[in-house]
C-alpha cells in the first residue's frame, strides 16, 4: 500500500529549478533511499515534503491525504517527520526536557511511558537524561534526535543524512540501529555514504540536476551506467 505519493514536484529558487516534474512513492513498512549529487534537489524534496518549502508545482499525498500546504507539525500529527543533516536539540536543555517538549507537540498522545522507557535503553540515552543535550556527544545528539521523533509514534521518518559526520565505528552503529528501526516504522534516508544505502534501502530514488533519472534495487541503481557516469564514479561499478 502506497504511503508516500508525489507527482509533478517542481520548485525554483531565483528562476533555477531545484526539482522539475518528480514523480515516485514510498509503500507501508519500506525503506526508501535517495541519492544524487550535491545540489541535485535532494534536500528540497524533504523539505517540500515535510512541510518547510511550498512547491511551485505538483501533488504531495501521504496516506492517500492531500498534505499540500500543510505546517511540520501538521504532518508530525499525521505520522509524518524528519530530521536534518545539522542536528537539531536544544542545546541548553537536558536530555530529558528535550524529549518533553517533543512529545508536548502531540499532547501527549504518542508513546506512554513504558514505551518510552524501552526507547531509552534501546538508543542508549537512559544514563544520560539529566546531562544538557549540547554535552552529547554528536551520534549522542543524532540518537536523541531520533527518539525525538519516535516519541510522536510516526508512520514515516525521513532521514537526512543520519551519518554525516560520525566516526566509522559508530557510522556502523548507526546502521544498525537504523536497521533495527525498519521494524518500527516506514524510513525515507537520504545518503551519500553508499553503505548506509546498500544495506538499508529496499529501493532507491537517484536525482541529478533536480530531475529524477532512476528508481530501483539498490545494486540495481549502484550499476546504472548514468548514476555511475555522473555520481558514483568507476569504484562503485
Known amino acids: 500500500m502506497k504511503l508516500l505519493d508525489v507527482d509533478g514536484l517542481s520548485k525554483s529558487f531565483g528562476g533555477v529549478a531545484a526539482l522539475r516534474h518528480v514523480q515516485g512513492h514510498s509503500v507501508v513498512g ?22 518547510h518549502v511550498r512547491p511551485d508545482a505538483g501533488t504531495l499525498t501521504f496516506g492517500g491525504t492531500d498534505i499540500s500546504g500543510k505546517t511540520p507539525h501538521e504532518l508530525a500529527s499525521i505520522g509524518l517527520c524528519r530530521t536534518y543533516q545539522s542536528v537539531r536539540v536544544f542545546a541548553s536543555l537536558s536530555t530529558k526536557q528535550n524529549i518533553d517538549n517533543a512529545r508536548l507537540l502531540l499532547n501527549h498522545r504518542g508513546l506512554n511511558q513504558a514505551e518510552l522507557s524501552e526507547l531509552l535503553e534501546w538508543l542508549q540515552l537512559d544514563a544520560l537524561l539529566d546531562k544538557s543535550a549540547g554535552s552529547l556527544t554528536l551520534f549522542e545528539q543524532r540518537r536523541l534526535e531520533l527518539l525525538m521523533r519516535l516519541v510522536l509514534k510516526p508512520q514515516l521518518i525521513m532521514l537526512d543524512e543520519p551519518v554525516g559526520g560520525l566516526a566509522v565505528t559508530e557510522v556502523i552503529e548507526m546502521i544498525n540501529l537504523l536497521k533495527q528501526l525498519k521494524a518500527r516504522c516506514s524510513i525515507f534516508v537520504i545518503e551519500h555514504t553508499m553503505r548506509v544505502i546498500k544495506e538499508l534501502a529496499d529501493r532507491v530514488i537517484v536525482l541529478i540536476a533536480g530531475e529524477k533519472v532512476a528508481d530501483g534495487p539498490p545494486l540495481e541503481i549502484l550499476q546504472n551506467k548514468r548514476v555511475v557516469d555522473e555520481y558514483l564514479g568507476a569504484p562503485h561499478a
Open 30 to 51: 519500506e525503506t526508501l533511499g535517495m541519492i544524487g549529487p550535491n545540489g541535485s534537489g535532494k534536500t528540497t524534496f524533504v523539505n517540500i515534503v515535510s512541510g
